[in-house]
């Protein structure tokens, strides 16, 4: 697939490990002026900040938290990092997790319709205490709802905005958005 570039936009994949699996969820983020390279490590900052503070506290210790890749996409040629400041860091619940195959899709709306306008990750290392019958916990949900909502507000003290990104539209591939 050829590259598509978003201006002023950089993608942070966030990689972790259980089981020995490795797991990714990628975030994307919109910064007026664009990214440098001092600007993507302060990225991976707030985002290892804010993993730690909100999501960390609900998940397993058997979930690894690596690293945050953190990839300028202005063009093919734009500055990209590995952040692994303060990582590895586990999830701090014990107890029995449940399986890998077992995920909460975390859904992001923009307030628009299609699917140009949604993201989603998919979090993993969840207690079995979340969950009762195939269904998420009420607070358990309102937790992770509130661990994505700090986010927000995480990335906007450094003027930086938390963004869905698309690069396609119709199936066919954005001439650049």
């Known amino acids: 697939m050829a590259?598509?570039?978003i201006p002023e936009t950089a993608m942070a994949q966030l990689i972790f490990q259980q089981e020995g699996q490795f797991i990714e969820n990628t975030l994307y983020f919109h910064k007026d002026g664009g990214w440098t390279e001092g600007g993507l490590s302060t990225l991976g900052s707030l985002i290892v900040d804010w993993w730690k503070d909100n999501?960390?506290?609900?998940?397993?210790?058997?979930m690894h938290f690596l690293q945050v890749i953190i990839n300028n996409l202005a063009s093919e040629s734009a500055p990209g990092?590995?952040?692994t400041t303060g990582l590895p860091d586990?999830?701090?619940?014990?107890g029995h997790d449940l399986p890998l195959n077992v995920t909460m899709?975390?859904?992001?709306?923009?307030?628009?319709?299609g699917r140009?306008?949604?993201g989603r990750n998919y979090l993993c290392g969840m207690l079995d205490?979340?969950?009762?019958h195939s269904t998420i916990d009420a607070t358990y949900l309102g937790q992770i709802k509130a661990a994505y909502t700090a986010l927000i507000a995480e990335v906007s003290a450094e003027d930086i905005t938390w963004v869905v990104a698309s690069r396609f539209h119709n199936k066919a591939p954005r001439a650049g958005v």
């Open 116 to 118: 140009s306008f949604r």
């Open 55 to 62: 999501l960390q506290p609900h998940l397993t210790d058997r």
């Open 129 to 132: 205490t979340g969950q009762a």
């Open 90 to 94: 586990t999830g701090s619940v014990s």
């Open 3 to 5: 590259f598509i570039e």
């Open 81 to 83: 990092i590995v952040y």
């Open 105 to 113: 899709a975390v859904s992001f709306h923009t307030g628009l319709r």
